[in-house]
């Protein structure tokens, strides 16, 4: 268990870390808990948030889970954005007020805060979403659609997932799950067999809006971080570098098109590997770094910018635009970045870009 660093010794956030492969991670059933044993242990701590928003938002909600004795809860950014009024309602039928204390748009993260009996707030354990493992039994609880608080089970289907944040910045490493999560889990715990929380619960990939098996939560690591920066400012400040990029790194593009590495270097100029750079922010820190955008070309019937190359990132290959937004997103403004980078056709040059800040409202 450890404290918030930042944090007024009230507040206090109940952590493990346990290492990869220990027993504590063996499935539900077995040497972990049961869903049962998870659900009476962890439900008590996870809420219904309900949201009276502005007029052109309408009302909305999702879930949420005790993290302090101080009334501190989390839930996502995107279940109170716009709110006016903010309550909460335990899993007992008890409903509070609730401020908002922090949003960062960025990560999906929000904390609110209540005042409620001692007897009311039961804090969920934050565990290490880095040592889980594709396989492994996973719990969800929350309020899918307005029916109460429920339980749901699966497995970890993936991990390393990038999804789009409210704000279409990246929210890098989510955790992919097959328990079923619809609307109104959003902001609820993703808990491993012992019952600590490994995700936030976020989003789901549906062509219908309701469960298909595809789920996505913001990695507890990650939401760790934000939590002790909410509580003890507000806000959360985030590395930039201030470069827009295609989609598809170099070798995603040679697969798709056909065309071999020797074609791509010798028709269109591009190296083995990387992030192409499709635009750069007007005096931002890679256009101050000298990192260039450039003109659409077609490449076997796809547009693609003709913009410098991100082959490599203190010493480490690039292979995509999602490699690079990792890198950025793990970094603090005034960190200074190495990067190998190649303009279309001319040699390999490297430069070094400091991390800014990213601009307000995004």
Same mark, same amino acid.
């Given at each position: 268990?450890?404290?918030?660093?930042?944090?007024?010794?009230?507040?206090?956030? +109940?952590?493990?870390?346990?290492?990869?492969?220990?027993?504590?991670?063996?499935?539900?059933?077995?040497?972990?808990?049961?869903?049962?044993?998870?659900?009476?242990?962890?439900?008590?701590?996870?809420?219904?948030?309900?949201?009276?928003?502005?007029?052109?938002?309408?009302?909305?909600? /999702?879930?949420?889970?005790?993290?302090?004795?101080?009334?501190?809860?989390?839930?996502?950014?995107?279940?109170?954005?716009?709110?006016?009024?903010?309550?909460?309602?335990?899993?007992?039928?008890?409903?509070?007020?609730?401020?908002?204390?922090?949003?960062?748009?960025?990560?999906?993260?929000?904390?609110?805060?209540?005042?409620?009996?001692?007897?009311?707030?039961?804090?969920?354990?934050?565990?290490?979403?880095?040592?889980?493992?594709?396989?492994?039994?996973?719990?969800?609880?929350?309020?899918?659609?307005?029916?109460?608080?429920?339980?749901?089970?699966?497995?970890?289907?993936?991990?390393?997932?990038?999804?789009?944040?409210?704000?279409?910045?990246?929210?890098?490493?989510?955790?992919?799950?097959?328990?079923?999560?619809?609307?109104?889990?959003?902001?609820?715990?993703?808990?491993?067999?012992?019952?600590?929380?490994?995700?936030?619960?976020?989003?789901?990939?549906?062509?219908? /809006?309701?469960?298909?098996?595809?789920?996505?939560?913001?990695?507890?690591?990650?939401? +760790?971080?934000?939590?002790?920066?909410?509580?003890?400012?507000? +806000?959360?400040?985030?590395?930039?570098?201030?470069?827009?990029?295609?989609?598809?790194?170099?070798?995603?593009?040679?697969?798709?098109?056909?065309?071999?590495?020797?074609?791509?270097?010798?028709?269109?100029?591009?190296?083995?590997?990387?992030?192409?750079?499709?635009?750069?922010?007007?005096?931002?820190?890679?256009?101050?770094?000298?990192?260039?955008?450039?003109?659409?070309?077609?490449?076997?019937?796809?547009?693609?910018? +003709?913009?410098?190359?991100?082959?490599?990132?203190?010493?480490?290959?690039?292979?995509?635009?999602?490699?690079?937004?990792?890198?950025?997103?793990?970094?603090?403004?005034?960190?200074?970045?190495?990067?190998?980078?190649?303009?279309?056709?001319?040699?390999?040059?490297?430069?070094?870009?400091?991390?800014?800040?990213?601009?307000?409202?995004?």
């Amino acid at each position: 268990m450890s404290r918030l660093e930042d944090e007024p010794a009230a507040v206090t956030i +109940k952590e493990v870390a346990p290492a990869r492969g220990s027993s504590e991670t063996a499935p539900v059933g077995e040497s972990g808990l049961s869903v049962r044993e998870v659900y009476t242990q962890d439900g008590p701590g996870v809420v219904s948030v309900d949201v009276a928003a502005t007029s052109d938002l309408g009302a909305g909600g /999702g879930s949420g889970f005790v993290v302090s004795e101080a009334g501190h809860i989390v839930t996502n950014q995107h279940v109170v954005e716009g709110a006016e009024d903010i309550s909460v309602r335990f899993s007992g039928g008890e409903r509070r007020e609730a401020e908002l204390v922090g949003e960062d748009p960025s990560t999906d993260v929000a904390v609110i805060k209540v005042d409620a009996p001692k007897e009311s707030l039961r804090p969920l354990t934050l565990g290490d979403s880095d040592a889980v493992s594709v396989g492994e039994p996973v719990i969800a609880i929350g309020n899918p659609l307005d029916v109460g608080i429920s339980v749901t089970t699966g497995i970890v289907s993936g991990l390393g997932r990038p999804i789009k944040a409210p704000n279409d910045y990246t929210i890098d490493d989510a955790v992919q799950t097959d328990a079923a999560i619809n609307p109104g889990n959003s902001g609820g715990p993703l808990l491993d067999s012992r019952g600590t929380v490994i995700g936030v619960n976020a989003q789901i990939a549906s062509q219908t /809006g309701g469960f298909e098996g595809v789920g996505f939560a913001v990695p507890i690591n990650t939401v +760790k971080d934000v939590v002790k920066q909410l509580i003890a400012e507000g +806000k959360v400040v985030h590395g930039y570098i201030g470069v827009g990029m295609f989609p598809e790194g170099v070798d995603a593009l040679a697969a798709y098109t056909g065309l071999s590495e020797r074609e791509l270097r010798e028709e269109y100029g591009l190296p083995a590997n990387g992030a192409i750079v499709s635009d750069v922010t007007p005096g931002g820190p890679a256009e101050r770094a000298g990192i260039r955008s450039g003109e659409e070309q077609e490449i076997e019937g796809v547009s693609v910018p +003709k913009g410098d190359v991100i082959t490599e990132i203190e010493g480490e290959p690039v292979s995509s635009a999602d490699d690079v937004i990792e890198v950025v997103n793990s970094r603090k403004p005034g960190d200074r970045l190495t990067l190998t980078v190649v303009t279309p056709g001319e040699e390999a040059r490297t430069v070094e870009v400091t991390v800014g800040t990213r601009p307000e409202g995004t």
